[in-house]
């Protein structure tokens, strides 16, 4: 028979006249403390009452009880927390059935407040214990985002007494549990000695039940062994697990292009037409699959992605080639009279090119150049890279390795020197096979030496013969990017040519050499790829500054 888990996140049951707060006099800044002589003794063993009061110096207010008192261990019923006065009382459900030889903690949090300033009763806990002794272990720590490293509060940390079985977090009830507080700490007193399995999930439903991906959770790599007077574990790393490969969205509004939206990256989706006689290929961007098509009739048909059927209806081909040609991807057409309405008399307004968009370049390093569809073909003669009006040819254009959307070029860039670069008419093909009939125009500029800086770098702390991924980011872009194993526990790195900004350093533990993050798996014990993170000063021109990042497992956070 299934029985519900109450933990004291719960509802306060009170229906007392609030007392008024009288006026004027100096305000009150002492916390409520408990009047022993007028409350129940704490600590007390051989505990059979169904109920208890705490009383206190001052008149207090009952707050947010549902999300501030807890109980360790949890309770099966609901009990209740009434207010009469300046006294709590907190009852038992009278159906409620309390362990054997079990040290209980009830934590107040902030519930309780002084009427006239709202200033909450500091520390206040009510313990006691069904058998003979008070359980005098505890157990600390912290809980931090798995990959930014910052702390989360909120968290429930779990301990549960039967540390062999890995499903218990899904099942049972903890046997102590705590939450977190503002700055990711947590304390679990009055644990008697012994192994737990320990547990952080973030109980979005406060049923201290782990349910599945749609919770993060962390744990330790190993038991928790409660044997000292207090006992701080590593910061524990909740992460959100990889869901179950899904497909999420779909979209075959247009012609040409198929867009699906997976849970999780589609590496190994097979896909297939249902009809002979369609031409397509698939393009990944993330966890979206692009899968572009060509057909010479119209016919609707189906394309199978893995175990899902997408319908893909009749549209015209004629009608979209008319409008095609290849484009940058990262540019938009702007048009002219930008706020006037067309009418049957008068032509909508002329596309008009935007002006060339300026892209920075690093002299040894390569040019990645976006478009809107894959191309097929490039006709290097009309391609044009040009310094001061000068025609070079000294450089390559090719399609990059990763997708046919993007273009790599590279050329001998030099410092503070501008190029304009070309795509005549007819320069590029793309899949469907349109050509561009307009110059496509762009430019690209190599600072000036007084005008960059340079990062020189030193990562400590390595593991040796582990695969690193190092980013340099500038907010959430990837300025650069360097994929490395270690050689031994201390590596440097050098980054030139930089703009005058504030940067991010990433360093990803990738132990998998896939060259991303990847979460963990509680059920395989494994957890997420440790991530570490630098913010640096803003990098000032013509500067050379030295930093240094250390991979430090022990903190389970950023490095210094």
């Known amino acids: 028979m299934k029985q519900l888990v109450f933990a004291l996140p719960l509802l306060a049951l009170f229906a007392c006249a609030r007392p008024v707060a009288p006026e004027g006099g100096p305000k009150d800044a002492t916390p409520p403390?408990?009047?022993?002589?007028?409350s129940a003794p704490n600590r007390t063993t051989r505990f059979q009452e169904r109920q208890f009061q705490l009383s206190f110096d001052e008149w207090v207010t009952l707050q947010d009880v549902g999300a501030q008192v807890l109980v360790s261990p949890p309770l099966l019923k609901r009990p209740a927390v009434t207010l009469k006065g300046r006294t709590v009382t907190f009852k038992l459900d009278k159906e409620e059935v309390l362990r054997p030889n079990t040290t209980y903690t009830i934590h107040f949090g902030n519930a309780v407040e002084d009427l006239h300033e709202g200033i909450p009763a500091k520390d206040l806990r009510f313990v006691f214990s069904t058998g003979d002794v008070i359980d005098s272990l505890s157990m600390a720590g912290s809980v931090?985002?798995?990959?930014?490293?910052?702390?989360?509060?909120?968290?429930?940390?779990?301990?549960?007494?039967?540390?062999?079985?890995?499903?218990?977090?899904?099942?049972?009830?903890?046997?102590?549990?705590?939450?977190?507080?503002?700055s990711g700490q947590f304390a679990i007193p009055n644990v008697r000695a012994g192994a737990f399995r320990c547990v952080a999930i973030d109980d979005v439903n406060q049923n201290l039940k782990w349910d599945g991906e749609t919770e993060r959770i962390g744990f330790p790599d190993s038991l928790v062994q409660v044997n000292d007077s207090i006992r701080t574990l590593p910061a524990i790393r909740v992460f959100r697990p990889a869901p179950q490969m899904r497909l999420l969205t779909k979209d075959a509004n247009r012609y040409g292009l198929v867009r699906l939206g997976f849970s999780q990256s589609p590496d190994s989706i097979a896909l297939q037409p249902d009809q002979p006689g369609i031409r397509w290929l698939a393009d990944r961007e993330q966890d979206t699959l692009l899968v572009w098509y060509d057909r010479a009739d119209s016919m609707a048909w189906n394309l199978i992605a893995g175990r899902d059927t997408v319908p893909v209806k009749a549209m015209s081909r004629s009608g979209f080639l008319s409008g095609n040609k290849p484009a940058f991807g990262d540019e938009r057409t702007a048009t002219a009279g930008r706020g006037r309405r067309s009418t049957p008399t008068t032509p909508a307004p002329p596309a008009v090119a935007p002006p060339p968009r300026v892209v920075n370049v690093k002299p040894g390093k390569h040019v990645l150049i976006p478009f809107g569809t894959p191309l097929t073909r490039v006709d290097t003669a009309l391609v044009v890279l040009a310094a001061d009006s000068v025609r070079?040819?000294?450089?390559?254009?090719?399609?990059d390795s990763s997708t046919l959307r993007i273009l790599r070029l590279d050329a001998r860039?030099?410092?503070?020197?501008?190029?304009?670069?070309?795509?005549?008419?007819?320069?590029?093909?793309?899949?469907?096979?349109?050509?561009?009939?307009?110059?496509?125009?762009?430019?690209?500029s190599a600072p000036p030496e007084k005008q960059v800086g340079s990062l020189n770098l030193t990562l400590g702390s390595l593991?040796?013969?582990?695969?690193?991924?190092?980013?340099?980011?500038?907010?959430?872009?990837?300025?650069?990017?360097?994929?490395?194993?270690?050689?031994?526990?201390?590596?440097?790195?050098?980054?030139?040519?930089?703009l005058p900004l504030a940067y991010t350093l990433q360093l990803i533990e990738d132990r998998n050499g896939n060259g991303r993050w990847d979460t963990g798996d509680y059920f395989e014990r494994r957890q997420p790829e440790r991530v570490f993170l630098k913010k640096l000063e803003p990098l000032r021109a013509n500067w050379e500054v030295e930093a240094r990042l250390d991979a430090r497992v022990s903190t389970g956070r950023r490095g210094d």
Do not use: M
Request: net charge negative; no cysteine; glycine share 4%.
């Open 144 to 182: 931090v985002d798995a990959f930014s490293g910052d702390p989360l509060e909120n968290i429930a940390v779990l301990l549960y007494d039967y540390p062999s079985a890995d499903s218990i977090v899904r099942q049972e009830r903890p046997y102590y549990l705590a939450r977190t507080d503002k």
């Open 463 to 498: 593991q040796a013969g582990v695969p690193y991924l190092l980013r340099l980011l500038k907010d959430n872009t990837v300025e650069e990017e360097r994929f490395f194993t270690a050689e031994t526990a201390e590596t440097r790195f050098v980054f030139q040519k930089l």
């Open 33 to 38: 403390a408990v009047v022993p002589e007028k």
């Open 392 to 399: 070079l040819h000294n450089f390559q254009l090719r399609p």
């Open 413 to 444: 860039w030099q410092d503070g020197q501008r190029y304009t670069f070309l795509l005549l008419p007819g320069a590029l093909t793309d899949f469907f096979g349109s050509s561009n009939t307009d110059t496509l125009r762009r430019v690209f």
